[in-house]
């Protein structure tokens, strides 16, 4: 038997939860075919086989937690499954019984008979003097293509020679002992199911849903954030008008050219990082007793999935384009909505943007993903009238925007000058080609 075993994931995961067995009890699995797939806090990861073989025993069920380097399940080795250096195969035998057969005379017949009447009583002495069950070569045969043991079936014949017939009894008894376990253990979680769980104070009937272990880590890590962090959350406005006014007018020939929707994010994304040029410790991170100010402009977007809240990072935004900018922001919310994110897409951000608007949301106050120090929060585009002067008034499309941060090593003053200066760069987008 080989073990199959939980592989090392990352350097800082050692658990997980299995999700799906992609395989069952007799599939035959060549290396490198996925055999399960496992949730841990951040991504799905797809286990594959390192060995060739068929599916012996599965360990561990959906639902049920895992660590690096438990056994999950067993897999036979291939080569063992079609043949056996003991006996000749099961075609090779009945040709030689049948062969055998005709040439015996009437004579031999009766000898053989008589021999095998002396024979009868004692049967078990010659299985014990050769060390093999005494069976017939289409027994023998079909006992390896159902995975019988000869030694433990039981036979009618009266000379205690194993027939076909008796292979096919042992394998069916064999499969209903199996089943009735597990249909009992299905009765008995059945009505659990069914039976709406009550609330224990007024009667009520409510649902109880287990968190998958990707929520329960968002929510250990947020709560952690507000114990561990001086956050605080300051607001500003953007009139989104210049900005609007371009994606009008260059959005057709920029997908045209690009095969990539001019979006706001990108927009976004260019005035946070020339908004980080110049207050870096927004790009920063506390460890132990220093600060660490990153060179590098990474940055997280914060994306809404099934299983939670993800943010894949795309990297070295300083140095993509408009277009390269929407192209990867694009593939990675693909990804995230399809469960296929790697650990390398979502660790080493800088900085995160995370967009509520597009849900509506008018104002919030983002939580930062540590160890980050800051985030921003984009919000929905209202139509608002504003006053242009002393004397005029118009109606323009306004965005409220907030920025959370660590306190412990940025100012309040920073904080407002950095949300300034993206307000500032989004208003006059222009700009975003020599600071972003």
């Known amino acids: 038997m080989i073990e199959v075993k939980v592989p090392e994931l990352a350097e800082s995961i050692t658990e997980g939860t299995i999700s799906e067995w992609l395989i069952k ?24 086989a390192e ?22 399940a067993y897999l036979g080795d291939a080569s063992e499954e079609g043949s056996s250096s003991e ?11 049948a062969k055998s057969q005709e040439k015996e005379t009437p004579e031999e017949a009766k000898s053989e008979q008589e021999s095998s009447s002396h024979a009868a009583p004692d049967a078990a002495e010659e299985k014990s003097g050769t060390g093999r069950t005494v069976a017939s070569p289409s027994a023998r045969k079909l006992a390896r293509e159902l995975g019988v ?31 009735a376990p597990k ?27 287990k968190m998958s272990r990707r929520r329960q880590t968002i929510a250990k890590r947020l709560v952690e954030v507000q114990h561990t962090a001086a956050m605080l959350t300051t607001f500003n406005e953007v009139d989104m008008t210049a900005v609007m006014d371009l994606r009008k007018r260059r959005k057709d020939k920029f997908l045209e050219d690009n095969d990539v929707k001019l979006g706001f994010m990108s927009f976004f994304t260019k005035a946070v990082v020339g908004a980080l040029k110049k207050y870096p410790r927004l790009n920063a991170e506390i460890q132990d007793k220093e600060m660490v100010l990153k060179k590098f402009y990474d940055i997280g977007i914060a994306v809404g999935s099934e299983e939670g809240l993800v ?17 990867e922001i694009s593939e990675l919310a693909k990804k995230a909505r399809d469960n296929k994110l790697s650990l390398d897409q979502l660790q080493g951000g800088s900085f ?34 504003m006053a242009i002067d002393q004397d005029r008034m118009e109606n323009r499309p306004m965005m409220y925007i907030a920025l959370s941060y660590d306190h412990r090593i940025v100012d309040g003053s920073e904080a407002v000058s950095f949300l300034a200066k993206i307000k500032d760069l989004l208003e006059d987008p222009e700009q975003l080609l020599l600071e972003g």
């Open 183 to 209: 249909q009992e253990k299905k009765q008995e979680k059945q009505p659990e199911k069914q039976a709406p769980a009550k609330d224990e104070f007024n009667g009520k009937p409510v649902e109880r849903v």
């Open 352 to 385: 995160t943007i995370t967009n509520g608007g597009i849900f509506g949301s008018m104002l919030s106050t983002p939580i930062l993903n540590a160890p980050q120090v800051g985030i921003l929060g984009m919000h929905k585009i209202q139509w608002r009238p």
């Open 25 to 48: 009890v007799g599939d035959k699995v060549e290396k490198g075919d996925n055999l399960v797939e496992l949730e841990t806090d951040k991504v799905n990861i797809e286990v594959s």
């Open 87 to 97: 006996q000749p195969s099961g075609e090779s035998e009945e040709k030689a019984e």
């Open 311 to 327: 943010v894949p990072v795309v990297r070295d935004a300083d140095k993509l384009s408009f277009a390269g900018i929407e192209s």
């Open 149 to 179: 043991d000869l030694d433990k079936v039981q036979t009618q014949d009266p000379y205690g020679r194993v027939r076909p017939d008796d292979v096919k009894a042992h394998a069916e008894s064999s499969k209903k002992e199996k089943e």
């Open 51 to 72: 060995n060739n073989g068929v599916i012996k025993e599965l360990l561990k069920e959906p639902g049920d937690n895992v660590e690096v380097g438990e056994i999950i």
